[in-house]
């Protein structure tokens, strides 16, 4: 069939004045006809969207660069060709007879609306694109115009998200059943090693029952941390607003980690400047379970001789609001330049030696991560590799 190459220009100007409006503007006052068709032409040829102008037969008119990288077809080898042939089925078996019927009846489906589609490629591959279609009268021809653009890139993404998502639900979902199943029998455990304690036990008897209580203690604070994580990733992480007494939560902290302390021969000691930190609102279990981590981790990096030492100054940040700022420095074995990016990933260590020779999850600093931010304050560090680390967080 051939297309009087006059009459293709037309149309493709035509179809495409009304998209080319809303991205370019021009001065037509001044412009003659050749000129203004001249530029209408180069936005076409630029635009990134797909334009492909057919005959009321099917036949292609005019196929722009964008579509020629789309559908992989170079413009002299697809014009005069049936469109049918850049679909998949069964929109391609079904195309001749649906465009038929629009023309003897006028019923309409498609045109003047957006919908998904797939194209289909010289090669014979198929890709998903939006397709929206507009209608065109010249003189007494009518031409329909498919504004085209690839959506790979974007179905592909949201595939993506949509598997993260439901492996992120499937995980949490996992942990936060798990956790609960196990910290039921856990605490009974450790409930009945408390009534022993008040019977008559021999200091062996005692000293195993202390192993118990701790190891149970430890494996308890190891699955509530598993169940902040879950709650975290969900976004389910509430935090209290109540009065907190900062010295009596620093005192307590110290005093729970004490032991972990002494048996290794680590100097363990805290300094509040000014001696007067005031009472502030926020949540003092959440304030514990960072500065718990935190000494936790320190005393368990730091060989014997060493120390860790807590330090906390305030400083008034606007009428009424104070501002807090904690420090925990150790004298351990530092952190690695390569290992700085992954800290605070969860499940993560510095080297897999860590983990064998220190033991721990890497849950405990990830958590240190997230709560300081819901509190509204940033947490970093300044490691000193083989010699000392600060931990800084208000």
Do not use: W
Not at 129 to 153: A, H, N, P, Q, Y
Not at 356 to 363: D, P, Q
């Amino acid at each position: 069939m051939s297309i009087h190459p006059s009459r293709a220009k037309s149309a493709l100007l035509a179809a495409c004045s009304g998209e080319i409006r809303r991205t370019a503007s021009f001065n037509t006052k001044d412009m003659n006809h050749a000129e203004v068709s001249a530029q209408l032409k180069a936005v076409v040829e630029t635009v990134l969207d797909g334009i492909v102008v057919i005959s009321s037969t099917g036949v292609i008119e005019h196929f722009n660069p964008a579509a020629e990288k789309q559908f992989l077809y170079r413009q002299e080898e697809i014009l005069g060709r049936n469109v049918s042939e850049l679909m998949a089925e069964p929109h391609r078996s079904q195309h001749d007879e649906y465009l038929r019927r629009y023309i003897e009846t006028g019923h309409k489906s498609i045109i003047g609306r957006g919908r998904e589609v797939e194209g289909l490629r010289s090669d014979g591959t198929t890709f998903p694109l939006e397709l929206s279609v507009s209608e065109m009268r010249i003189g007494d021809e009518i031409k329909f115009t498919g504004m085209t653009r690839d959506v790979t890139d974007r179905k592909r993404a949201e595939a993506e998200a949509a598997v993260s998502k439901a492996l992120a639900e499937s995980k949490s979902a996992f942990l936060s059943l798990m956790s609960h199943e196990l910290r039921t029998p856990l605490t009974g455990m450790i409930g009945m090693a408390s009534v022993l304690q008040n019977t008559e036990l021999t200091s062996e008897q005692k000293d195993c029952l202390n192993i118990i209580q701790l190891c149970g203690n430890q494996l308890l604070n190891l699955i509530n941390d598993i169940l902040d994580l879950g709650k975290m990733e969900k976004g389910e992480l509430t935090l209290e607003e109540r009065e907190v007494d900062v010295r009596k939560c620093i005192e307590e902290v110290t005093e729970l980690v004490s032991p972990a302390a002494t048996s290794q021969q680590v100097d363990l000691a805290y300094d509040i400047a000014g001696q007067a930190i005031p009472s502030i609102l926020g949540d003092s279990l959440r304030l514990r379970q960072i500065l718990t981590n935190l000494l936790s981790n320190a005393i368990k990096f730091t060989s014997a001789c060493g120390y860790v030492h807590v330090r906390v100054s305030s400083a008034p940040k606007q009428p009424g609001l104070v501002e807090l700022h904690f420090e925990v420095e150790d004298t351990g074995i530092g952190i690695p330049d390569e290992s700085k990016s992954k800290l605070f990933r969860a499940f993560s260590q510095a080297h897999v030696s860590t983990s064998r020779k220190y033991g721990g999850t890497g849950l405990g600093l990830s958590l240190c991560k997230t709560l300081p931010e819901l509190m509204g304050g940033p947490i970093h560090f300044d490691p000193v590799v083989g010699r000392a680390t600060t931990f800084h967080f208000t």
